[in-house]
T-cell receptor, first 109, second 112 residues
Framework: EDQVTQSPEALRLQEGESSSLNCSYTVSGLRGLFWYRQDPGKGPEFLFTLYSAGEEKEKERLKATLTKKESFLHITAPKPEDSATYLCAVPGGSYIPTFGRGTSLIVHP | DAGITQSPRHKVTETGTPVTLRCHQTENHRYMYWYRQDPGHGLRLIHYSYGVKDTDKGEVSDGYSVSRSKTEDFLLTLESATSSQTSVYFC???????????FGPGTRLTVT
C-alpha cells in the first residue's frame, strides 16, 4: 500500500527564516511526486511535479527536491503570504494519488 | 486557473435526505475525482472517473454514488445523508498526459 508521510505537521517561522518541509513516501514504482499549496477555505493549488531522484524545481521562494525515499520543499526567506498548508502526493496504480496530511506553515511578520 | 466549478458551495441538510453535488469543468480533461477533506484525515478519495460513464471507487466510497454522463460534469450523490458525511468536498480534474490534479473551490456540506 502506498504511504505518504509529511513532517512536521505544523511549522511556525519568522519572516525571512528559511526552512524545509519533508515528504517521505513508500510506493511501488515512482510515477512522480506532486506538491500543492492550500489556503484556508480553498482547494489545493498545484505547485510542482518531480519525476526522478535528483530533480529540482523552483518557484519564487520555493524549491522542491526529490530523492528515492523523500522530497523536500525548501522555503527561502519566507514572507507572511507563504502561510498555507503544503500537501504532497504520490500517484499509485492508475495514477490515483495518495496524499499526505500536509504541513501547516505560518510565517510571522 | 483551471476551469472547475462546484455547486452548491455551501449546503446544510438533514439526516436521511439525498444530496447531489455537482462538479463542472471547461478543460475537457478525461479524469475527474471527488475527495472529502476532514481534520486529521487529509484528502480522501471517494470516487473517480476515467471517462464518460466510466467510474470507480476510492477508499471512502460507502454511502456515495457518482455519475458522469458528459465529459464536463461529474455528480456526487449522497443517497441518504448522515452526520458522518459532514465535510468539505473537493472535485479535481487531471489529464492523461501529466496527471497533475487541479482542484475546484470546494463544497462545505453540513448534515444535521
Amino acid at each position: 500500500e502506498d504511504q505518504v508521510t509529511q513532517s512536521p505537521e505544523a511549522l511556525r517561522l519568522q519572516e525571512g527564516e528559511s526552512s524545509s518541509l519533508n515528504c517521505s513516501y513508500t510506493v511501488s514504482g515512482l510515477r512522480g511526486l506532486f506538491w500543492y499549496r492550500q489556503d484556508p477555505g480553498k482547494g489545493p493549488e498545484f505547485l510542482f511535479t518531480l519525476y526522478s531522484a535528483g530533480e529540482e524545481k523552483e518557484k519564487e521562494r520555493l524549491k522542491a527536491t526529490l530523492t528515492k525515499k523523500e522530497s523536500f520543499l525548501h522555503i527561502t526567506a519566507p514572507k507572511p503570504e507563504d502561510s498555507a498548508t503544503y500537501l504532497c502526493a504520490v500517484p499509485g496504480g492508475s495514477y490515483i494519488p495518495t496524499f499526505g496530511r500536509g504541513t501547516s506553515l505560518i510565517v510571522h511578520p | 486557473d483551471a476551469g472547475i466549478t462546484q455547486s452548491p458551495r455551501h449546503k446544510v441538510t438533514e439526516t436521511g435526505t439525498p444530496v447531489t453535488l455537482r462538479c463542472h469543468q471547461t478543460e475537457n480533461h478525461r479524469y475527474m475525482y471527488w475527495y472529502r477533506q476532514d481534520p486529521g484525515h487529509g484528502l480522501r478519495l471517494i470516487h473517480y472517473s476515467y471517462g464518460v460513464k466510466d467510474t470507480d471507487k476510492g477508499e471512502v466510497s460507502d454511502g456515495y454514488s457518482v455519475s458522469r454522463s458528459k465529459t464536463e460534469d461529474f455528480l456526487l450523490t449522497l443517497e441518504s445523508a448522515t452526520s458522518s458525511q459532514t465535510s468539505v468536498y473537493f472535485c479535481a480534474i487531471s489529464s492523461v498526459s501529466d496527471h497533475e490534479q487541479y482542484f475546484g473551490p470546494g463544497t462545505r456540506l453540513t448534515v444535521t
